[in-house]
């Protein structure tokens, strides 16, 4: 994630695109994360539908979460016998407060994975209750809350099913229209079959935008790349880090390869844009930069930004005309994207997860999910329906672009490792402490690279 907040972290794709995409794990090169895990977990009790109970939503403490506090009066007034509460977290505590939560028997009823981790890590710590039986009693169809069959097939496994998205953000890219416009250049293509929109047209591009100065005020960066986590980078350049078995073997790959030549050269076509081609910034001169005026792409400082859609959620509140565009083609033809679909997940220790499964229900409906756009400051929603609503959420952006990124970004997409690696908020931990050096200019990648090789066969044999 580093979907924290803002995602730090701060989806949808219409019924016609899902004709033509492939499943996440087909020809749009994504991986089901239904191929990840194997076995099946046990169903709970209800706890009873007539009785008064009160059910805990656990979630991240930030806004573009805990908007759904708001919703909580119209389902209570739907389900008098249903009491909802938001139990909160920060990003950085979510998965040890859950832990701590379940250790202490008092497991939350609905969440996400809205931490470090992810789904196959909770599937692999039992943590999650098989919804199969629940389902089929309930007799929930998706279709009837227009949510995709390709989206559910993520959290099914072997047929069990475990989890309902809810949200599904891409990796997309942002650009600053008044920078393009100063240095004179055409904007980025947002049709992802626009195969002159490469990796190096944005590197030239960037140079044109770049402008360093002892003055920090005046200093400006081209492009600022951040696709997915770090452990997933390699795979914009058609690198494999992960041995293929991974997706099938529950979430634990039999080989990793990241002192490989081939991921260590795609590793550092991302670090030459820092420090070979100086068209982004630094790591240091990004801190320097948020701690004044917030995020260097919102402040007006970086001409495009490559992340999460999450990222979307606060452009209508930015100082400057911003557009969005599909992210350049690296060289890998299968994968442009990183896929991040959230599902509400009900946990094993839920007492009530029959009343959990009716506020899931809830959530999905096109009424509620088109609110909790506007709610949320603009979360996407897999409801088709509702999507048209999100679509248009965003002023000064043609709605037929954030369409058309949309569809770019399923078709090109790959769900993200966190997601589908067991053990990840010990991986992601991991790299973020072995590449500090890197990103600071301290270590070179072939020091680290076999290093980080290392640690990550060590946690994965735990």
Known sequence: MNKNTMRKRSALLLAALLTTAAALSGCGGGK??????????????????????????????????????????????????????????????????????IAGGKSPDVTSHYGYGGFAEYYNKDMLLDLTDLIAEDGFKAEDYHIPDNLMKIYTVNNHTYGIPVNMYVTLMLYN??????????????????????????????????????????????????????????????????????????????????????VIAAYQKLFDLVFKDKVSPTSEWSKSVAGQNGDPFVAGKIGMSIGGSWNLAGANDFPFKIGVAAVPWGGNDKVRSTLYVDPLLILKGSKHPKEAFEWIKFLMTTEVQEKSIELSGGNPPVNTEAAEAYYKHFDGIDPADVKKVYEGAVKYGYESYNHLITNYSQINDMFINELQPVETGHKSLKEVMPVIQSKVTEIIKR
């Open 32 to 101: 089901s994360a239904g191929n990840v895990a194997t076995g099946s977990g046990n169903t709970g009790n209800s706890g009873g539908s007539d009785e008064q109970v009160t059910i805990t939503h656990y979630t991240i403490d930030s806004e573009d979460r805990t908007f759904i506090e708001k919703l909580i009066p119209d389902f209570e007034k739907e389900h008098p016998n249903i009491k909802v509460k938001v139990e909160k977290a920060p990003y950085e505590q979510f998965d040890s407060k859950l832990q701590t939560l």
């Open 177 to 262: 229209k008044d920078m393009f416009d100063a240095a004179k250049l055409s904007y980025p293509p947002s049709d992802y079959e626009d195969k002159s929109w490469t990796f190096e047209k944005m590197v030239e591009e960037a140079k044109q935008m770049t402008v360093v100065s002892d003055d920090i005020t005046k200093t400006q960066y081209g492009v600022d790349f951040t696709w997915a986590e770090r452990d997933m980078r390699p795979l914009y350049f058609g690198a494999e880090p992960y041995s293929e078995d991974t997706w099938t073997n529950g979430g634990v790959p039999s080989e990793t390869h990241f002192d490989s030549p081939e």
